[in-house]
């Protein structure tokens, strides 16, 4: 027969057996916090919590023969769900300082407790479990939701805070519930706070108030998820909007390299829709300039695990051919499985023609092997035009040596080539690979930098001016230089591109010489 007992743990278990089954239904693996990859643990304690419970039933609703069977399961469940909850706690707290001597303090306190412990009865283990496992794990996991450094913060700690108030709270009560008031011990304090006297004092039983606990246990992590969720979600939308508006293509293949989603980015770079790549491998790009090694490195390297980098020459639709600067980055699971390919690609074809263009183009002055004027003026052309299609900066040092036509009257012009010859040994090894360098004309000298913030530019020119001005041209002895820096306008031509540097390095030699001026007003360094 039912008593109204057996009503209170049937509702009090299944309180927390949904509590528990509520937080593991939740798709953690997709969930942008870190946090809730710990809330599985509450979600184990809340299915082993309630099963104790019922256990606990079915003792009272058994005879006497299985009474003493289901009780010890009940502690052994029991047991477990706060062993698990305790673990919990100390998952989320550790290494934060405070939190870690408040749980010391605890445990010292119910240590002392034992004073009075003289005999190990089942009850007696009960209360024990309770005691030192049950109270601090509910009152660690009470403290953890109302502090929010252990959730989350900002807004979306302003979404949920109400309810994470609502769970702390009724996790302190349900310590008090059911972890202080326990069952009638031999031992203090158990043998005067216990579910015998708070009846006697309320004339209810103190399950009654564990199970109402329970209920709003459950409602409050609900209401906490479904915040996660939400925020999760949105998350993923605006990645999702940011993936399909990117100007990179984007691809996802699968394990096979099967097109499982392309971008927007990807139908205007290869003219391909997605409904007419999806399913299909990204081999239908092939341009057949690279060999099939080539394409056995780049997958022996995203099968290993590694993510793949390289200039990949694909074909379009209309069978024209780009440049692609390609990245493949392997995404895994949780046990470290591959599962499929995510690649990000940028259309760098007018880069590549640039270069080309620029190898094309490529002369040098015989006396220094630096570019001579009519490759800089190529140079300049193809630059100019790179930064107006692109918005990068090109930066132009345009030096003169000081007092030179001395030189050529004092020492000769063989004197004078040999310093034009070490001048121009000097600058190549300050410059990058990808600085032009040319010699303007007679002691004039130019150097490009692309893509180069400009106070690189700036430094540049007086770490060559230092250099100059420390170095020897064997008999003719130390000289200086004179330099003008300026900085590309896109609105403006060439001519008074070059006419910016030039103004600067006239300024620098009307200063005294052995200057860097930098146009645009700065003062000289």
């Known amino acids: 027969m039912l008593h109204f007992i057996d009503y209170i743990y049937f509702f009090y278990g299944l309180a927390f057996f949904l509590f528990g089954f509520s937080i593991l239904h939740y798709p953690m693996e997709n969930s942008i916090f870190k946090f809730t990859r710990e809330l599985k643990y509450l979600g184990i304690f809340g299915i082993l919590h309630g099963i104790s419970e019922w256990l606990v039933m079915f003792k009272s609703m058994g005879g006497r023969e299985t009474e003493e069977l289901f ?15 305790f673990y919990f706690s100390l998952r989320v707290i550790w290494n934060k300082k405070y939190s870690m001597i408040t749980l010391a303090l605890i445990t010292l306190g119910l240590l002392a407790l034992l004073s009075g412990f003289d005999n190990v009865t089942l009850d007696n283990i009960n209360i024990l479990l309770r005691y030192f496992l049950g109270l601090p ?13 252990y959730l989350v913060q900002g807004s979306v700690y302003a979404s949920m805070k109400r309810c994470a108030y609502v769970l702390a709270t009724t996790f302190f009560a349900y310590g008090i519930f059911a972890g202080l008031i326990v069952p009638v011990g031999t031992f203090f304090p158990s043998s005067v706070v216990n579910g015998e006297s708070f009846k006697a004092f309320t004339s209810l039983p ?21 915040v996660f969720k939400h925020q999760t979600d949105f998350h993923l939308l605006r990645l999702s909007k940011a993936l399909e508006e990117s100007g990179d293509t984007v691809v996802i293949t699968d394990l096979q390299g099967k097109i499982e989603y392309v971008n927007r980015a990807f139908e205007q770079q290869s003219g391909y829709l997605a409904q007419e790549v999806i399913g299909n491998t990204p081999s239908m790009l092939r341009s057949g300039e690279h060999h099939s ?9 995203i ?31 949780k046990r470290q499985e591959l599962t499929s390919f995510i690649s990000t690609g940028k259309d760098i074809t007018s880069r590549i023609i640039f270069e080309h263009e620029l190898e094309k183009a490529a002369s040098t002055d015989p006396l220094t092997n630096a570019a001579n004027r009519l490759q800089c003026n190529r140079w300049l052309k193809l630059a100019t035009e790179h930064a107006q299609d692109t918005n990068i ?14 030189v050529n009257d004092t020492f000769g012009h063989n004197a004078g080539d040999d310093v034009l010859i070490q001048i121009a040994e000097i600058v190549h090894t300050m410059v990058r690979n990808n600085d032009m360098f040319a010699r303007w004309g007679g002691e004039e000298f130019v150097i490009l930098q692309i893509d180069t913030p400009y106070e690189g530019t700036i430094a540049l020119a007086e770490r060559l001016r230092k250099k100059i001005e420390h ?55």
């Not at 399950?207 to 209401?223: D, H, K, N, P, S």
């Not at 900066?393 to 001395?406: A, H, R």
Request: glycine share 8%; net charge neutral; hydrophobic share 45%.
């Open 71 to 85: 009780y010890i399961s009940s502690l052994i469940a029991m047991g477990l769900s706060y062993g698990v909850l």
């Open 137 to 149: 794990g509910i009152f660690m996991t009470a403290y953890i939701f109302y502090h929010p450094v």
């Open 206 to 226: 103190v399950e009654l108030f564990r199970a109402l606990c329970a209920m709003v246990a459950g409602y409050a992590i609900t209401q906490i998820l479904r």
């Open 293 to 301: 090694s080539f394409y056995q490195h780049l997958w022996n390297t």
């Open 303 to 333: 099968l290993s695990g590694e993510t793949y980098q390289g200039v990949l020459t694909n074909k379009r639709k209309d069978e024209t051919l780009y440049n692609e600067f390609k990245t493949i980055v392997p995404l895994k699971n």
């Open 393 to 406: 900066s090109v930066g132009m040092l345009l030096f003169d040596i000081d007092d030179f036509k001395k």
């Open 471 to 525: 170095s020897v041209f064997g008999n003719v002895g130390k000289l200086t230089i004179s330099v003008g820096v300026a900085q590309y306008d896109a609105e403006e031509s060439i001519e008074s591109f070059v006419k910016k540097a030039d103004d600067a390095m006239y300024q620098a030699k009307m200063e005294g010489k052995n200057k860097v001026v930098v146009n645009k007003g700065e003062a000289a360094l």
